[in-house]
């Protein structure tokens, strides 16, 4: 372990030997003393996300072989950042890594009656767009959004598009190229798809078939009653997840001794103003209506619980954007403090006198307004920084 603590920090790590060639290089590094410490160890840990990694930082005592210490990994910032065993079951705050994937977006009800293409032309000059939704926790928060006061149908940004593509329910994946279609099929006589012993057809959304729902939390759940695809969707949705998505041969193994199943994929031809290809939908029972003349645009409505349905675009109703609002202007301003004797400008008590302060000099000012008054954090969360050898300290603070 000091080994290997030492050539991390003086070079890059301990050796790893692929072949003869090298093991031969390093035979003649070593001077003849009876061994040395290469890289290789023992190792039985991995990574949640299954990537096969080796690296390892474990503090000087860790992994420790005693069976009581615990299966999971917790990492130290007072240990500079090593590793030691802990029980999985210990309550701790944690890390995760990549992109967020459902990030919230602030959502802007605007009572204002326009044609989707105004609507549309609005949000994107003031706000980034219409509104999009991914999720259920999505339409929850677009049917708050609306003034409690308006019943009618309220535009969001999912419009008609000429182009057809597979999607699932979901709307997490894309269907992967070894998709499971029955030889011959899709034949284009459905937009919904079923499973049976195996593979793939394309149905009527409106034939009723026992359905398979995904649970984060338990998994693939059969259903036997016999319903349409879409109350499948919204059966699914309720108890448990949605609709299941298959992605691997293995997940089609689980459902391929049943009979005809609704699984989560359909035909969908819908495209969200931004662009962005989510395939979450949460149309109303009858929509999105085949007939034609029933519209391009697409509306949401609070009686409807938030449900979906298609109007013609030249409609003129309110809408909601999402995004930050452009118009709110954010003036970003650096204040250096002196201070003779004891400073204490960390003290949050402190900077939120300061911060009263200089309110009150800005209303004596005339400049009282709707303004927000905030410090900036800089990266390590402190506000105020130490000039270099001297005792003034200076920082940024938010006008709004
Ligand atoms: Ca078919």
């Given at each position: 372990m000091e080994a290997q603590d030492y050539c991390?920090?003086?070079?890059?790590?301990?050796?790893?030997?692929?072949?003869?060639?090298e093991q031969y290089q390093l035979?003649?590094?070593?001077?003849?003393?009876?061994?040395?410490?290469?890289?290789?160890?023992q190792d039985s840990w991995e990574w949640s996300d299954k990537w096969s990694r080796s690296f390892r930082h474990w503090a000087a005592d860790q992994p420790s072989q005693s069976s009581a210490s615990g299966d999971c990994v917790g990492m130290s910032r007072a240990n500079s950042g090593k590793w030691a065993q802990y029980s999985c079951d210990l309550k701790q705050p944690f890390i995760c890594y990549g992109v967020a994937k459902f990030q919230s977006?602030?959502?802007?009800?605007?009572?204002?009656?326009?044609?989707?293409?105004e609507a549309q032309s609005y949000c994107k000059a003031r706000f980034n767009d219409l509104a999009t939704a991914d999720?259920?926790?999505?339409?929850?928060?677009?049917?708050?959004?609306?003034?409690?006061?308006?019943s009618g149908s309220v535009w969001i940004g999912l419009h008609a598009e000429t182009e057809y593509r597979w999607v699932w329910s979901m709307g997490d994946s894309v269907l992967s190229q070894d998709s499971m279609w029955h030889p011959g099929q899709p034949n284009g006589?459905?937009?919904?798809?079923?499973?049976?012993?195996?593979?793939?057809?394309d149905e009527s959304c409106s034939t009723v078939l026992p359905f398979v729902c995904f649970n984060d939390s338990t998994g693939f759940m059969i259903t036997k009653t016999a319903v349409s695809w879409r109350d499948a969707q919204s059966y699914c949705r309720q108890h448990h997840t949605d609709l299941a998505s298959i992605s691997s041969p293995e997940q089609q193994n689980l459902i391929s001794d049943k009979s005809s199943l609704w699984i989560g994929l359909f035909l969908d031809s819908w495209e969200w103003s931004d662009q962005k290809s989510l395939s979450f939908r949460h149309w109303e029972a009858d929509q999105p209506s085949q007939s034609s003349g029933s519209g391009d645009c697409v509306?949401?409505?609070?009686?409807?619980?938030?449900?979906?349905?298609?109007?013609?675009?030249?409609?003129?109703?309110?809408?909601?954007?999402?995004?930050?609002?452009?118009?709110?202007?954010?003036?970003?301003?650096?204040?250096k403090f002196s201070c003779t004797?004891?400073?204490?400008?960390?003290?949050?008590?402190?900077?939120?006198?300061?911060?009263?302060?200089?309110?009150?000099?800005?209303?004596?000012?005339?400049?009282?307004?709707?303004?927000?008054?905030?410090?900036?954090?800089?990266?390590?969360?402190?506000?105020?920084?130490?000039?270099?050898?001297?005792?003034?300290?200076?920082?940024?603070?938010?006008?709004?």
């Open positions: 991390r920090q003086n070079y890059i790590d301990l050796p790893s030997i692929h072949n003869s060639e035979n003649s590094t070593v001077p003849s003393v009876s061994w040395v410490w290469i890289g290789l160890f977006q602030e959502y802007h009800y605007m009572n204002e009656s326009m044609t989707w293409q999720t259920m926790n999505d339409v929850n928060r677009l049917v708050n959004t609306v003034d409690p006061g308006y006589d459905g937009e919904c798809v079923m499973s049976l012993n195996g593979s793939w057809y509306a949401m409505s609070r009686k409807e619980s938030g449900k979906w349905a298609r109007y013609s675009c030249d409609l003129q109703q309110p809408f909601i954007c999402y995004g930050d609002d452009k118009l709110i202007r954010k003036q970003i301003a650096k204040l004797g004891k400073c204490t400008l960390s003290d949050p008590s402190l900077q939120m006198a300061i911060l009263n302060e200089l309110s009150e000099k800005l209303k004596s000012m005339g400049l009282e307004s709707d303004r927000k008054l905030s410090w900036r954090k800089n990266e390590d969360g402190e506000v105020f920084h130490r000039e270099n050898k001297s005792i003034s300290s200076s920082t940024d603070c938010n006008f709004q």
